[in-house]
């Protein structure tokens, strides 16, 4: 059963398009995010959303919106997609405290074209 | 801002041997530092953490060395063994834990 879960896996799409990315996480856990890891394999936070607050990364462009219906969810929503978007996208999530690390997704890989 | 930094892309160790990794940062408030391992087409995987109040940390083969002054981090693996090939990312964090900041890891392959 798996513990942080992302859909789909692969996701080719042209420019201009809207689309999303599921996640969901069945460990309990209060903290969920998204990363990103582009071409230089470069992780790089993008939000991180619990129950209080969202916090987001001031580089991520307007056009990326998280969305959690629940808990146990935080999907990535993303408008009007450009060539740049390509890169490959985790989920996590997380207790509160730092030295338990955090348990990510498979990642999705988003082609733009 | 890059504040966790891998300066090695690349590193390969024979089977048997000790593999070291290294790792730097530049701010000094982080709370916590971590290992993750990470394998072709799967998320990264946490291995190993250290709280900046230590200087060591052991579980099995892994240990995670600190040294707050040189603001630098390793992690030894001891023996080394084939499965052990992947890609090992750096990670720097708050107690808080809201803001985990990656290097750009190093890719380490074990030769048997």
């Known amino acids: 059963d798996t513990a942080v879960s992302q859909t789909p896996k692969y996701l080719v799409t042209q420019m201009g398009n809207d689309k999303s990315i599921k996640c969901e996480q069945n460990?309990?856990?209060?903290?969920m995010y998204w990363y990103k890891q582009d071409s230089k394999k470069f992780l790089k936070i993008m939000f991180s959303y619990n129950n209080k607050e969202l916090i987001i990364n001031e580089t991520v462009p307007n056009r990326f919106s998280p969305k959690s219906p629940d808990k146990a969810h935080l999907n990535l929503h993303i408008n009007s997609l450009e060539l740049g978007d390509s890169a490959v996208y985790f989920c996590?999530?997380?207790?509160?405290?730092?030295?338990?690390?955090?348990?990510f997704g498979s990642g999705t890989r988003l082609t733009v074209v | 801002d890059q504040q966790v930094k891998q300066n090695s892309p690349s590193l390969s160790v024979q089977e048997g041997r000790i593999s070291i990794l290294n790792c730097d940062y530049t701010?000094?408030?982080?709370?916590?530092f971590l290992w993750y391992k990470k394998y072709p087409a799967e998320g990264p995987t946490f291995l190993i953490s250290?709280?900046?109040?230590?200087d060591k940390n052991e579980d099995g083969r892994f240990t995670v060395f600190l040294n707050k002054s040189a603001k630098h981090l390793s992690l030894h693996i001891v023996p080394s063994q084939p499965g052990d090939s992947a890609v090992y990312f750096c990670a720097a964090t708050f107690y808080n834990n809201n803001d985990m900041r990656f290097g750009a890891g190093t890719r380490l392959t074990v030769k048997p």
């Open positions: 701010n000094s408030m982080f709370d916590y």
């Open positions: 250290i709280s900046s109040i230590k």
């Open positions: 996590a999530s997380s207790q509160e405290m730092g030295l338990y690390g955090y348990t």
């Open positions: 460990l309990g856990h209060d903290t």
